[in-house]
C-alpha cells in the first residue's frame, strides 16, 4: 500500500534536539526550494514594519517564492473573544491547501534556534510539500482547527509577540535559514 504525500506531510515534523547545534542537518546538501506563504492576522501594518517585510521578501525571492497572506483579525465583527477566534479559524482554515505543511506560530510551541528552522524549511522542501504555511494568530492566538491541522507548533520567543513583531522575527529567521541551508553568509 503506497503512503500518499499528504499522509506524509500529516506527520508531526521532529525537530533536531539541542539549542548547541551548531549547523542545520541540510547544509552543503541539496534542498528543494518550495514556495513560502506566511498568513497573518490582523489590523492593518504600520509603515515600518511593511518596509522591513518588504526588504526580506525581496532577499527570500533570491531562493524561494514567498507570499504574504493576511486575514483581517475579527472578520464578522464579533463581540465574545470565542465567536471571534472560531470566525478567524474558519478564515484561515478556508486558506489552508491539502498538501501544505502548516507551521504554527504559537508561544507553546517547539522552542526553535536558527539551525532548526533552516531543518524545517530542508525537511518540508525535500519531503514532498507543495508550500511551507506559516500562521501568525491573531490577538487571542488560533482555533482549534488550526491547531489540529497544523503539521508542528514553533515558538519564535519565549515573550509573547505581537503579530507585526512576529511577523518580522519569523520573516528575518526566514532569510537567515535559506543562508543557512545554502552555507553562505548572512547579510543584514
Known amino acids: 500500500m503506497a503512503v500518499s504525500p499528504i499522509a506524509s506531510l500529516n506527520s508531526k515534523l521532529s525537530l533536531p534536539s539541542g539549542k548547541q547545534q551548531q549547523q542545520s542537518k541540510f547544509t552543503g546538501q541539496s534542498v528543494r526550494a518550495i514556495p513560502i506563504r506566511i498568513l497573518t492576522v490582523g489590523k492593518n ?6 518596509l522591513i517585510v518588504d526588504e526580506y521578501m525581496k532577499k527570500l ?4 517564492s514567498v507570499d504574504d497572506v493576511r486575514i483581517k483579525s475579527n472578520p464578522k465583527n464579533a463581540r465574545d473573544v470565542v465567536a471571534q477566534i472560531e470566525h478567524e479559524d ?4 478556508g486558506l489552508i491547501r491539502p498538501d501544505e505543511w502548516v507551521v504554527m506560530l504559537d508561544e507553546r510551541g517547539h522552542d526553535v534556534g536558527s539551525e532548526q528552522m533552516a531543518s524545517l524549511i530542508g525537511d518540508a522542501g525535500n519531503k514532498g510539500a ?22 508542528i507548533s514553533v515558538k519564535l520567543s519565549s515573550l509573547v509577540l505581537n503579530h507585526e513583531i512576529a511577523l518580522v522575527v519569523l520573516i528575518e529567521q526566514l532569510y537567515r535559514g535559506w543562508t543557512i541551508l545554502k552555507g553562505q553568509k548572512y547579510h543584514h
Not at 501594518?45 to 511593511?50: A, T
Open 45 to 50: 501594518r504600520s509603515q515600518g514594519v511593511q
Open 130 to 151: 507543495s508550500s511551507l504555511l506559516f500562521c501568525i494568530g491573531g490577538p487571542y492566538g488560533h482555533g482549534r482547527q488550526l491547531r489540529e491541522r497544523a503539521n
Open 90 to 93: 474558519i478564515a484561515v482554515m
Open 61 to 64: 525571492k533570491n531562493y524561494c
